[in-house]
């Protein structure tokens, strides 16, 4: 039967905006509607109610739902159809298609085509109070998401760089000196810790961002070739040789030339780098002439170049030349606090690329935590990308990660202060969970100017969980 729609619940308790999500029941049942208003209501939604589909389209025009709870079976309407011309006014909502008993092969091709899930009639008060929980701590989860990207933007550091770690913001000082600098600067960090984003940020933070930026793997290129790649040939130098070719230093002339792996130079070109950084000038191959550069120097390995040069296999004076200012990127096990901003970063990355939207699972982000990354923020990236890819759903579980990721047991503290023994086994700066735990709440009371009942519900806790853990971090939780 049809009745005239309802409108919100006068006598519920006014919440502020923020505080509630918005529900529209769709059902030409009375007694349904009211059913359902009364279990969203308890629940803390804003109910409103529509008897038929073209008042649904109404309400969608005038006002903004979180989620829909749609009744397949509507007098004069298909329900697929009605579906689709709600997502299309209302994409992100979340719609919970309701079904006859007998009739779920609707229900399961109205969820291929854009639905949550489904309930099928007649369903117990139970039923309905889970479901409805399970959509309001999925668009809690998304909310919070979306808040951490919103967070990521205005928390980056130096140049876009994501990090707020206190080893960081040490990197950053570091990187603003350097770059107002024309002296050589020499980035020392682990693979894939990011050390040509440093570099890039060097060049274009200071004087020669409107000048040319070259990397330049050296330890990619061919030995025999390497010369020149660097300072360029003259034509007929060498078999094939069939016109003159500017080096990659040239091509950087007034700007910044990036030596990433300096430290695979050859010994024998090392001491022509020398010269070309000590005269400012180089000599292509093939040529009796000298030709003047102007290029400010970035170098970067992930060798310890001081042992090297110990070996031999690097020469002192470059070695002295290129260390003129040197700064150490932490690889993320030192930083592991930066791990969720990376995530956020990179996932929003993924959503405008893809145009979807996933969210990570608590065992998956657990299991992200615990992992100690020797590929740095190079594999986190990868890992994310690889899941994002290979996971069909909304949510990414620990199980769509990486064996090696997935199988990372939650490390236990050895002596029962939070820290590593120092043993010797590599794991000495392994932080516990509950240790993670402390620095999470912490930080977002930080940065949420020591509103603690914020930070409660951003954290998905209680305000007594919240307060009982300060306590028993000796905190003060006036």
Known sequence: MTSTALSPLTTAPQLEPANFLNLLIVDDERSIREACREVAQALGFNAYAADSAEHAYRMLESQA?????????????????????????????????????????????????????????????????????????????????????????????????????????????????????????????????????????????????????????????????????????????????????????????????FLDEVGELPVDLQAKMLRAIQEKEIRPVGSTRRVPINVRILAATNRDLEQAVMQGTFRRDLYFRLNVLSLRIPPLRERRQDIPLLIAHFMERMVRTSGQEKMLSDDALKALLAYDWPGNVRELENCLERAYAFTSGPLIHSTDLPHEIAKVPVPESSNGNGHGNGNGNGHARIIPIAELEKQTILNAIAELNGDKLQAARLLGIGKTTLYRKLKDYSLQTE
Do not use: W
Not at 75 to 95: F, H, M, Q, S, T
Not at 117 to 124: A, E, G, I, L, N
């Open 65 to 257: 739902f979180d989620a829909v709870l749609l009744d397949l079976h509507l007098p004069g309407a298909g329900g697929l159809d009605a579906l689709r011309r709600i997502k299309e006014r209302r994409p992100d909502a979340i719609v919970i298609v309701v079904t006859g008993y007998g009739t779920v092969q609707s229900a399961v091709q109205a969820m291929k085509n854009g639905a949550y899930d489904y309930v099928t009639k007649p369903f117990s008060v139970d039923e309905l109070k889970l479901l409805l929980e399970r959509v309001a701590s999925h668009l809690k989860l998304k909310s919070e998401n979306r808040m951490l990207r919103e967070k990521v933007k205005s928390k980056q550091g130096f140049g876009g760089i994501v990090g707020r770690a206190p080893e960081m913001e040490k990197l950053y000082r570091i990187i603003a000196k350097a770059a107002n600098s024309a002296h050589p600067v020499l980035i020392l960090g682990e693979s894939g810790t990011g050390k040509e984003m440093v570099a890039r940020s060097i060049h274009y933070s200071g004087p020669f961002r409107d000048k040319p930026f070259i990397p330049v793997d050296c330890g990619s290129l061919v030995p025999t070739l390497i010369e020149s790649e660097l300072f360029g040939y003259v034509k007929g130098a060498f078999t094939g040789a069939n016109q003159s070719k500017d080096g990659l230093m040239a091509m950087a002339e007034g700007g910044t030339i």
